[in-house]
């Protein structure tokens, strides 16, 4: 892409936002944790109080987190080396009669790897405003959540498809030798070029649709927070709509990224899909999966009323779901869930690994709170899906294997309310890191968990011990199959390993 005004602009832009303190780390000690908390309430008052006092920083941050018209002088001065004139032709500033405003939205994010500025549209957080079609997105819960839910692992390419502001591009160039990024709207990629700019990054940027951009190449990694909003087919917004019905966009993202990687190499993408009567979701998904060459982890974190849906998403387009016209839009929008039997909508992650072999799914649920994010468990889980397969391969790996608990495993046992007392009892494996998952487990397993140590006997002669402390003379098959089934289902979610 050719240089814009904005983007020749960015070094003496970032020359004023390091001299000024606005990073991320200054911003919460300057602002207090307290009046921090605020921006992200939409309350700019507190915000507003803090920052009369921080100087510089404080015109900052009212300029672009506030949306606040400010004095042509006090600006000039907090962005010093960089011209009013100029940042108003950039399409940085605009002016206000003696005053200027934020013409975008400018915020600095710590992801892991220190500040970086993104550059997007200004949002309705702190003013009433109606999003334009073209509208690009700035760092939302959605891009949040991906960033969190991300490997990061060092890899030589990564693709972002539909990266927008370039948030997600952003976030790989600190662990990918090269990165490409894709958009079919020209005003992302201008502003995607002028945040790779001000943070001195060197970013492909591709134009087009999907993945025609990059049709024929591979990639170690691609990651994607596409337009995967459900619902009819049409384009309001094109950083949400896709222009396929219901769930199209997360289809063909799914089914179509797998050609893109490269041997190994791992897509995670954020995907939505519908709930029908009658059809598991699980089901729904898989089918959108090539037959051979994918591992596949997908988790579904949360379930929507389509009312609620809809509602949310009104709000999130800056409309008023009690207007008539967005009264009319969200009928629209609920007359086709109900022709398409929509009884909700599940959103979340979305993992794909490339192998040889036919196509493995795990679909799974997680939908229980947890800290951590998913990112850091991403190698640990196709690893040890990886040792899954090669035990389908062979059984006498897994017989011939001693195991380990997790140092985060622990067993719960959770009394229940009988006929006589709390009598009853449930045992849990609990894993108390990463997403946190719970098996419950009858005394065979809690005995043959208990058994496990790095130095100790292999799965088949535990296997053993179990059926002669059972009265058994041997091991039989179904015996056998059973154990070896629990020992999986607790290797994938990580609460115990083979050494």
């Known amino acids: 892409m050719t240089g814009s005004l904005l983007t020749a602009l960015c070094p003496d832009l970032r020359t004023a936002l390091l001299r000024a303190g606005y990073d991320a780390d200054t ?50 001065g907090a962005l010093a080396p960089v011209r009013i004139d100029a940042a108003v032709a950039a399409g940085l500033l605009t002016r206000d009669g003696d005053e200027v405003r934020a013409a975008l939205d ?18 309705d957080s702190m003013r009433r405003r109606t999003l334009t079609a073209d509208h690009v997105l700035g760092v939302g819960h959605a891009s949040l959540s991906l960033l969190r839910a991300t490997p990061t692992e060092p890899v030589g390419t990564v693709l972002d498809l539909g990266t927008g502001c370039g948030v997600q591009a952003v976030h790989a160039a600190g662990y990918a030798s090269r990165v490409t990024a894709t958009d079919v709207n020209a005003r992302a990629l201008w502003l995607a070029q002028a945040t790779a700019a001000l943070n001195e990054l060197d970013i492909e940027l591709v134009e087009g649709s999907w993945f025609e951009p990059v049709a024929g190449r591979r990639f170690d990694q691609v990651v994607a927070n596409p337009p995967f909003v459900v619902g009819p087919a049409r384009i309001e917004h094109t950083y949400r709509d896709s222009g396929l019905a219901l769930d199209g966009a997360s289809e063909l993202v799914i089914g179509q990224a797998p050609a893109l990687l490269a041997p190994g190499g791992t897509a995670a993408m954020l995907a939505a899909w519908v709930h029908v009567d009658g059809e598991d979701w ?54 086709a869930f109900e022709a398409a039997e929509v009884a909700g909508v599940g959103f979340g992650f979305v993992y794909l690994r490339a192998i040889e072999g036919p196509t493995e799914l795990l679909a799974e649920d997680l939908t229980h709170g947890f800290d951590d994010p998913l990112g850091t468990e991403v190698a640990g889980y196709f690893a040890r899906s990886a040792w ?46 990463g997403p946190r998952w719970q098996h419950e487990v009858d005394e065979s397993t809690v005995a043959l968990v208990a058994g496990m140590r790095p130095d100790g006997l292999p799965l088949y002669e535990l296997i053993e011990l179990l059926a002669l402390a059972d009265g058994a003379d041997e091991v039989t098959p179904e015996f056998a199959a059973q154990a070896l089934g629990v020992v999986a289902g607790l290797v994938r979610h990580g609460l115990v390993r083979p050494v």
């Open 388 to 433: 899954l397969r090669a035990v389908a391969g062979d059984e006498n790996l897994a017989w011939t294997s001693r195991f380990a608990t997790s140092p985060a495993t622990a067993l719960e046992r959770v009394f229940l309310p009988g006929e006589f007392g709390w009598t009853e009892q449930v045992a849990r494996l609990h894993r108390g890191d």
């Open 27 to 76: 911003l919460v000690e300057v602002l207090g944790p307290d009046v921090h908390a605020a921006l992200s309430r939409s309350e700019p008052v507190p915000v507003r109080r803090a920052a009369r006092a921080a100087g510089d920083l404080g015109t900052l941050v009212r300029l672009w987190l506030l949306a606040d018209a400010l004095p042509e002088r006090d600006v000039a």
């Open 282 to 335: 699980r089901h729904r998904v898989s089918s959108w999966l090539p037959s051979h060459g994918v591992d596949a982890w997908i988790v579904q974190r949360d379930v929507a009323d389509p009312a609620l849906y809809v509602g949310t998403w009104l709000r999130d387009a800056g409309l008023d779901p009690r207007d008539p016209a967005a009264q009319e839009q969200a009928a629209r929008w609920l007359d």
């Open 106 to 123: 400018l915020r600095p994010l710590d992801a892991g790897a220190g500040t970086r500025w993104i550059l997007s549209d200004l949002d």
